[in-house]
C-alpha cells in the first residue's frame, strides 16, 4: 500500500464512502444508526473540507477501503471523526489505517494544528488499541473542548498534541 492510494474526497467516492461507513457501524458492529443520522456523510466538501478540516479515502484497486476526516472545531484546534478501515483491509498487511491516520497528523501539522480530539464508542476496542499506538492519550468527556461535537454514541475520548 502506498501514500498515493490515499486522496482527498471528491464526490465521485460519495457512494462508496456511505456505503463502506454504513456496512461497518450496521452489519460489523450492530450499532443502530442509519445514514439519515450522518447528515454529514452527504455534504462532505461543505462539512469537512473547510477551513482546517479535510477528508481522505483510501483507494485499492479503485475501490474505496478506508476514510478519515479531520473536522476544523476553531483555536487550531480538530476533530477526527469518520475513520473507519473495510475489514479485510485492517491491520500489518495493508497499513490503511496508519496510512491514513499519517496523512491527517501530517496535514494537521502543514495547517499548524495543535490538538486532534476524537470520540468513539465503546464497540471499537482494536480502535483504540491502534489510537493509543499512535500516541493518542485517553481522556475525560470533561477534558474536551467545548465546542467538540459529541455524538450519541461516542463514550470514549482522546487527545493527539501535534508538536508547535
Do not use: C
Amino acid at each position: 500500500m502506498k501514500n498515493d492510494s490515499v486522496k482527498e474526497y471528491s464526490s465521485e467516492y460519495q457512494k462508496e464512502v456511505v456505503d463502506l461507513i454504513l456496512e461497518i457501524q450496521q452489519k460489523e458492529y450492530n450499532i443502530s444508526i442509519t445514514k439519515e443520522d450522518q447528515p454529514d456523510l452527504f455534504q462532505i466538501e461543505e462539512f469537512y473540507q473547510s477551513g482546517n478540516g479535510n477528508f481522505w479515502v483510501a483507494v485499492l484497486d479503485d475501490k474505496v477501503v478506508g476514510t478519515i476526516s479531520l473536522l476544523d472545531i476553531g483555536n487550531k484546534h480538530v476533530a477526527l471523526r469518520k475513520m473507519f478501515v473495510k475489514k479485510e483491509y485492517r491491520g500489518k498487511t495493508f497499513q490503511i489505517a496508519s496510512l491514513l491516520l499519517n496523512t491527517a497528523i501530517n496535514w494537521a501539522n502543514d495547517k499548524s494544528i495543535t490538538k486532534v480530539y476524537l470520540g468513539t464508542t465503546l464497540q471499537f476496542v482494536a480502535a483504540h488499541r491502534f489510537y493509543e499506538k499512535s500516541g493518542f492519550i485517553s481522556i475525560d468527556v470533561s477534558e474536551l473542548p467545548e465546542n467538540f461535537p459529541i455524538l450519541r454514541v461516542d463514550k470514549k475520548f482522546y487527545k493527539y498534541e501535534l508538536r508547535a
